[in-house]
């Protein structure tokens, strides 16, 4: 079965978080610009004068969205990790020395401030991996799409640069995502997923 079609968290497919992430960063991005215009327009006002008060308080109530669009961003994208991650066999849900990675120890470990950032990249590195694994034991497709373990790294990485989160980061993680799931169409995700999924 295709991508789209991994069973549902919370009645929501795999496809379907990827582009709510995207969705919703393009949103966080709109309200950053906004706050960008207002905060200057703030500033040529004079930003201690009284005519300038509304002006910042919209300038913030836009920073604020913005800052709350891409949290549920972040949130699609980590759900969208833990579909993924429950497709591949058990024994390739290793992230470095921790082994037999769950779905609850997946979401839990990314909530821990700081090492969630090289959690996350483990995550990608080892899904790279696995499915690497898993198509150098299957007859290659007619149509092979490379394994973007590059791509994801840096789109995890370019994620810890302040701006560039914002405007850049959502846009290498679609790109990432996008590939994996082709990756795993091509190699077959009702082999993946294994007792992980029930068919759709």
Sequence with gaps: ?????LPPLLGVSARGLRLSALGLSCGGIAFALTFGVFIRRAI????????AIPVVLTALLALLAALLLR???SLCELMWLER?????????RVVGPVKDVSSGMLIALSFIPLFSWLWKLGLVTAIARGLE??????PAPAAVTPIPRRLGMTAVIVGWIPGLNVYIAP???????T??????????TTELAGDAATPA
Excluded: T, Y
């Excluded at 846009?171 to 995502?177: I, N, P, T």
């Design 1 to 5: 079965m295709p991508p789209s079609a």
């Design 44 to 51: 040529a006002m004079g930003i201690a004068s009284d005519h």
């Design 71 to 73: 949290m549920g961003a």
């Design 84 to 92: 993924v991650w429950s497709s591949l066999p058990a024994a390739m």
């Design 133 to 138: 694994q898993l198509r150098a034991g299957r």
């Design 171 to 177: 846009f290498l993680w679609e790109l990432f995502a």
């Design 179 to 188: 590939r994996i799931e082709r990756v795993l169409a091509e190699v077959g």
